[in-house]
């Protein structure tokens, strides 16, 4: 596709339930990124994907949360018995071998846990 | 360890008020400096890519220019509809390529 193509925008959900929040990335980049950005805060690394392994996945913040990454495009974040903590936005990025070294970025999954 | 720091936190212009936003960075090789702009509920939107000292670009009101230690972000003539946080990033040369750094931004906003 043309840009980043996250979804849904907007989640909220109750504690305790999990969640799924999807990233299509652009058409043709192997690099994706996730990031995790509080409200008012910087953006946080969570997980990288080079294809459909995953390098580097120190920044995930517990075991309730898990990506992984399917015909080196889609990938889900998986999120499990949600706590109000993870409350935020979920950034997805990616990058391709035109980009060189330079991420894009979606909109944005938006999840709220009450 | 790898630290990208953003100054200032906030910055309240006066449109047609020229400035500057500053990223100091420390890394072990510089493989590229970022600068992306961010809007409200929005996603992090490319401005430039920076790989060596010395270099500049331009885009519009903003240039960015790179030294070994920073890069600035400078504004010219600003208008209302750059009011908007920046953000500043670092890729380090001998590290894993999941290894971009963000500072925590600056929030600008262009007064009428």
């Known amino acids: 596709g043309a840009g980043v193509s996250q979804s849904p925008s907007n989640k909220v959900t109750e504690k305790g339930k999990d969640v799924e929040l999807r990233c299509d990335p652009i058409s043709g980049h192997t690099a994706l990124y996730w990031y995790r950005q509080r409200l008012g805060q910087g953006l946080e690394f969570l997980i990288y994907f080079q294809g459909n392994s995953a390098p580097d996945k120190s920044g995930l913040p517990s075991d309730r949360f898990s990506a992984e990454r399917t015909g080196e495009s889609v990938s889900t974040l998986t999120i499990q018995r949600t706590q109000q903590e993870d409350s935020a936005v979920y950034l997805c990025a990616s990058r391709g071998p035109i980009s060189g070294n330079t991420i894009y970025f979606g909109e944005g999954s938006w999840l709220t846990v009450v | 360890e790898d630290q990208v720091t953003q100054s200032p936190e906030a910055l309240r212009l006066q449109e047609g008020e020229s400035s500057s936003l500053n990223c100091s960075y420390t890394?072990?090789?510089?493989?590229?400096l970022f600068w992306y702009r961010q809007d409200p509920g929005k996603g992090p939107e490319f401005l430039f890519t920076l790989y060596s000292a010395g270099e500049e670009k331009e885009k519009e009101r903003l240039k960015a220019t790179l030294t070994k230690k920073e890069s600035f972000l400078h504004i010219t003539a600003p208008k209302p509809e750059d009011s908007a946080t920046y953000l500043c990033a670092v890729q380090a040369k001998y590290s894993s390529a999941s290894k971009i750094i963000f500072g925590s931004g600056t929030r600008l906003s262009i007064r009428p």
């Open positions: 890394v072990s090789g510089l493989r590229g």
